[in-house]
């Protein structure tokens, strides 16, 4: 992997410089999905799937960033007062560069070449490996050095106040965080986590449905309106809470008059969905797999019908995976509107489980889904050419 884009770097910036490269992970979610902006539960792993940076100094005050997977340059100028976001993927290097700038690391001028083989929009944070690892890359040439935490922060206000996409802390947190054959328990309130080891003989298969509904950007920014409508309505009963996460469902149950029957849903998915990531988390520290598959199972079917992010792309998959033997657990992942399904399956059933998925989709949608084995990878690191 490294070649090539080291190869594009020294075509585009010249071979003089030996740039530095570093290489974050994009993730999956197991279970915990529209809880991270809840201040809830997420239980995502990082993926063996990555966004490469690599970077050298210019003499200048541009930031000059070549994309391989779209052979298309960009132009940053450091010291521009009218920095907007554009609609285009080089937002999320601007954002990460604006977010740096303002929280007071002296960035120089460089160049950057990057690359991904994380299929890009498709539910697996393809933008906050690219945040993560420009951000790193940034640091490194500016001689600083932040906190991941910090990294994984200052990516999320990359996205939210630059991109303009109000997403939680899940996706740049596990990109930071990712530890090898490990998820990631994390409190999305107090941002403590713990790492939880993978079943032993069950294999991370993500499905992609391979389409993207158009709506899903204006979609996910209206959940977490009426997420934050349910807050203030049930706010007037119970003044000490913040966020759904500190609403039980009895408490919610106990004042579904003064909710919407769409708001009652939104918020019912969010805090029964809380306690699925905490009852998953029991579950695998048991070797109760079929409790966990009972939990995913229920998630998909709470994201469905009472959250409403998913899709008939998304269902097929599910449904079919469902079906088969050696399935553990089948659920959408990442916010919805198409992308990907995480099937948690037994490694002797996964060759099966990729033909008559690949299959049923086919004759269900027309569409070839594309279907990746992966185990839990590392966070974000820096890499040289003999990795
Ligand atoms: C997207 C966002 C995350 C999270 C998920 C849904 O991936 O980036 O912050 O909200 O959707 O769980």
Redesign the pocket.
């Known amino acids: 992997m490294l070649n090539p884009l080291l190869r594009s770097f020294s075509a585009h910036f010249g071979e003089s410089v030996k740039p530095r490269i570093f290489r974050a992970p994009g993730r999956v ?1 197991l279970i ?6 809840n201040d809830g539960f ?1 239980l995502p792993a990082a993926i063996d799937l990555y966004t490469w940076t690599a970077i050298a100094p210019r003499t200048d005050r541009k930031l000059v960033v070549f994309s391989q997977n779209l052979d298309e340059a960009a132009e940053i100028d450091l010291d521009s007062p009218t920095i907007a976001a554009r609609d285009r993927w080089f937002d999320y290097v601007h954002g990460v560069a604006a977010m740096l700038q303002k929280s007071g690391v002296p960035l120089p001028g460089a160049n950057l070449a990057v690359y991904s083989n994380v299929p890009l929009g498709s ?1 697996l ?1 393809s933008s ?1 490996a690219l945040e993560v690892s420009v951000a790193s890359a940034l640091l490194a040439a500016s001689g600083q050095t932040l906190e991941l935490t910090e990294i994984a922060k200052l990516c999320q206000r990359a996205e939210n106040e630059f991109v303009g ?1 109000r ?5 740049q947190f596990a990109s930071c965080f990712g530890s090898v054959g490990k998820a990631i328990l994390l409190d999305c309130r107090s941002l403590e986590y713990k790492l939880l080891p993978l079943p032993p003989g069950v294999a991370m298969v993500i499905c992609n449905t391979m389409v993207k509904h158009e709506h899903a950007g204006g979609e ?1 920014n209206d959940r977490r309106a009426q997420c934050e409508e349910g807050v203030r309505s049930l706010k007037r009963a119970f003044t000490a809470i913040n966020a759904l996460r500190d609403v039980t469902l009895v408490q919610l149950e106990g004042h579904r008059s003064d909710l919407s029957d769409l708001i009652f849903r939104r918020c019912h998915h969010v805090i029964s969905e809380n306690e699925r990531v905490l009852a998953t988390v029991e579950a695998l520290r048991k070797g109760a797999l079929g409790d966990v598959g009972c939990c995913m199972a229920d998630s998909h079917r709470s994201l469905r019908d009472d959250y409403e992010v998913s899709c008939r792309e998304l269902d097929v998959l599910v449904d079919v995976a469902g079906g088969l033997a050696g399935t553990i657990g089948s659920r959408m992942t ?3 509107f198409g992308g990907c399904t995480i099937n948690l399956v037994e490694l002797g059933a996964v060759e099966n489980f990729k033909q008559k998925v690949l299959a049923a989709y086919k004759a269900a949608t027309q569409i070839d889904a594309e279907i990746y084995i992966s185990s839990a990878g590392a966070g974000v690191t820096e890499v040289t050419n003999d990795d």
Request: without cysteine.
């Open positions: 979610n915990g999905e529209h809880t991270d902006y997420v539910g944070s906050a996409a997403v939680g802390i899940m996706d996910y990442g916010g919805g």
